[in-house]
């Protein structure tokens, strides 16, 4: 019986130890696959609007959308303070510059964010200061193969987003819990991106 316990521990280390080694060999590493342009894939991506009205009604609020009323990006836009979770959440290109400790997102209409991965902070937007004196700012940090970025909009919520690359490092996968400030439950949301160069 010991034989075959110790057997089956083997054959469970060796199987491990195989596909520990296939996922990293599929795997870029991330530091030096990031880097490019990223187009959405809206087919394998969550739809924005569909995932913010299940964040209003776990929080008690009723959707503003209607059963025929299926608008694309009905939720993105409001208070100049929401424009990076509407960058990061709404937006179909995003280029990627990484110069560490320096990584340099762009989206839609030149909008960037500017963050380290070294834990300085710095400020996220293009546009600045809002009227009360606020900025949008980011930090990153590489982990396990995975960017993870926390984000601290001007309205005083945040966001959580986990960047890791798929398909050979043609795919680029990003994992988001986004908290507005006024809202009571996350934006619990995944959007692939596709390597355009």
Known sequence: MPTKCLLIALLTSLFVAVSTALASAQAPEIRTGLSGRWVINDEL???????VEKAIEAGGGKGSRGFFNRQEDFYRGGPPEHELYDRISFDDVLSIEVNEPELRFTYDENFQRVFHS??????????????EGGTDFSSGLFEDNSLVV????????????????????????????????SFREPIELVRYFDRAE
């Open 45 to 51: 991506s969550d739809n924005t609007d569909d995932q």
């Open 118 to 131: 070294d834990g300085r902070r710095r400020r996220a937007s293009a546009t600045g200061f809002y009227s």
């Open 150 to 181: 926390e984000g601290r909009p001007r309205d005083g919520g945040f966001t959580i987003e986990i960047y890791s690359l798929e398909s050979d490092g043609n795919r680029l996968r990003i994992e988001m819990t986004i908290q507005p400030d």
